[in-house]
């Protein structure tokens, strides 16, 4: 049962083969053996799971079903779930138990689906290795000692140790798509204002998207026709249709037109992740698509910009955790001052303080036109290189990361070393554009990923390659030893 795909799993409901509640109950069960080992969920919600599953059954017996009506799923710890913990990770939250649903979480409910729980993830989303939780760190499936990346890394940890059929993320620098590779599965970053981010803490508004992962590119479709959609409640959502991401799945690519950066190529890419996508290269010309070098020549400026750009946001976004409208507050304050000190030095962990320090020194006045305008224009650079291109070509692929997982506590001192694990995945959140994360291989027992990235509002089509490939490749099915 847990190797079946959503698609899968939602032919087998429909079949009657077992219902919602046995496939919950099972997935609970899971959870209850395994999770020790990966520590992939902050908050598991069984009596809702259980009592969701039961509805989703009835409505399929009264023949209003649809394709994630009764489909078990884990949500990110970042989005606000009513009546549930809400933690994104924090020790400033710890204690935040959500009076609403943000719009992904409302839009999954109305589509029938069914809440596992809540997964880990870095703190506040600031991280590549789940290691900076309050929670502690996610270890990576296929390999214990490996991290699952960050900071989606427990919903790519869940999914890929079948601790659920798929998860949400969010990506603000790579946060999907880097810990999808990781954990060897497929995981999408939608254009900017594709899905609501009503209800979603945020970390830099500008850059910030929600997405699926999955095992593969199918359920990710799936997932998208309940996920995007213009939503009132967030200023900068697109109102724009939405297709049916399932449909254009099965099209041909002969003739497609592959782009290949050279950046992404050059040095600081590990030989045998190289290889693994030169490999899946050749799959795709056999598939009959065209592949053209190309450039993106301001790459290399896309992580100093974003570490300009997202921690002045995240330091006016994390402003609001005062000790005193809601998080954690500290105890017997001698007055005010030392009530928010004291609140926000214990509530927040080092990396987010780290973030919030340079934001606020990047803001300030005298430095303001020096750091962050500066990168703001250094934003649209990039933004033209992908322009460019996409004049040239249809889709960009190169590989989502520099290297497989590395092992647990291995960068966390070096956190520049850290942020250059992003350093492919970045620049499209700078532009806004979509992008994905697909199983390509294994360096030892550690996955490789393949990075699609597409033009704005082009999901449709990344959904079409990815999908393509994993036709003719089975790096998607394949499941971590301890796990199957
Ligand atoms: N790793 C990047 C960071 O630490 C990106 C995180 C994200 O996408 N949320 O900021």
């Known amino acids: 049962m847990q190797n079946k795909t959503i698609a899968e799993l939602s032919q087998s409901l429909q079949q009657g083969e077992f219902s919602s509640e046995e496939l919950t109950r099972a997935y609970l069960d899971r959870i209850d053996k395994l999770d020790a080992q990966v520590n992939s969920y902050i908050t598991v919600t069984a009596d809702g799971a259980l009592a969701a599953a039961r509805a989703a059954d009835e409505q399929r017996q009264a023949g209003q079903a649809g394709p994630l009506t009764g489909i078990p799923l884990a949500q990110k710890d970042i989005f606000c779930t009513e009546g549930v913990k809400t933690s994104c990770g924090s020790k400033m939250l710890d ?20 809440m596992l729980g809540k997964t880990n993830m870095d703190e506040f989303a600031m991280g590549s290795s789940n290691e900076t939780s309050f929670y502690g760190a996610v270890k990576n499936p296929w390999d214990l000692d490996a991290v699952p990346g960050g900071s ?11 601790l659920a059929p798929a998860a949400t993320g969010t990506d603000t620098g790579g946060s999907i798509r880097q810990p999808a590779a990781l954990c060897g599965i497929t995981g999408l970053k939608p254009t900017y204002g594709r899905v609501s981010r009503y209800g979603m803490i945020a970390f830099a508004s500008s850059l910030d998207q929600a997405g699926p992962m999955a095992r593969t590119a199918e359920d990710c479709a799936l997932m998208m026709n309940v996920m995007a959609g213009f939503d009132e409640k967030d200023s900068t959502s697109v109102d724009q249709a939405v297709p049916d991401y399932t449909t254009s799945l099965n099209d041909s690519i002969a003739g497609l037109k592959i782009g290949l950066p050279k950046e992404y190529f050059s040095e600081g890419l590990d030989n045998d992740v190289a290889t693994a996508i030169e490999v899946a290269i050749a799959e795709y010309k056999k598939l009959g698509a065209e592949v053209v070098e190309i450039s993106l020549p301001n790459t290399g400026l896309s ?4 570490y300009v750009v997202a ?10 955790f005062d000790g005193v409208r809601f998080g954690h507050r500290c105890e017997n304050p001698k007055d005010l001052t030392d009530l928010y000190k004291r609140s926000r030095g214990e509530g927040f962990g080092a990396e987010v303080k780290r973030r919030i320090m340079i934001g606020t020194y990047a803001l300030s006045a ?62 499209t959140n700078l532009a806004g554009l979509p992008g994905m994360s697909v199983p390509a291989g294994f360096v030892g027992k550690r996955p490789v990923g393949l990075q699609i990235i597409g033009n704005y509002f082009d999901e449709a089509r990344l959904l079409n390659v990815a999908h393509q490939y994993q036709q003719t490749t089975d790096w998607h099915a394949q499941a971590p030893e301890a796990f199957k």
């Open 95 to 114: 204690n935040f138990i959500s009076p609403y649903d943000a719009t992904v979480i409302s839009k999954f409910k109305q589509a029938g689906a069914v």
């Open 152 to 162: 989606s890394g427990g919903s790519a940890a869940v999914v890929a140790a079948r």
């Open 303 to 306: 992580v100093p910009a974003y």
């Open 311 to 320: 921690p002045a946001e995240c330091s006016s976004n994390l402003s609001r």
């Open 366 to 427: 005298g430095y303001y036109d020096a750091y962050y305008l500066k990168a703001q224009k250094v934003r649209q650079l990039i933004s033209q290189d992908f322009k460019r291109a996409f004049e040239q070509v249809d889709v960009i692929i190169g590989p989502a990361t520099p290297t497989v997982a590395f092992n647990l506590g291995e960068k966390t001192d070096d956190p520049v070393t850290m942020y250059l694990s992003d350093a492919y995945t970045i620049a």
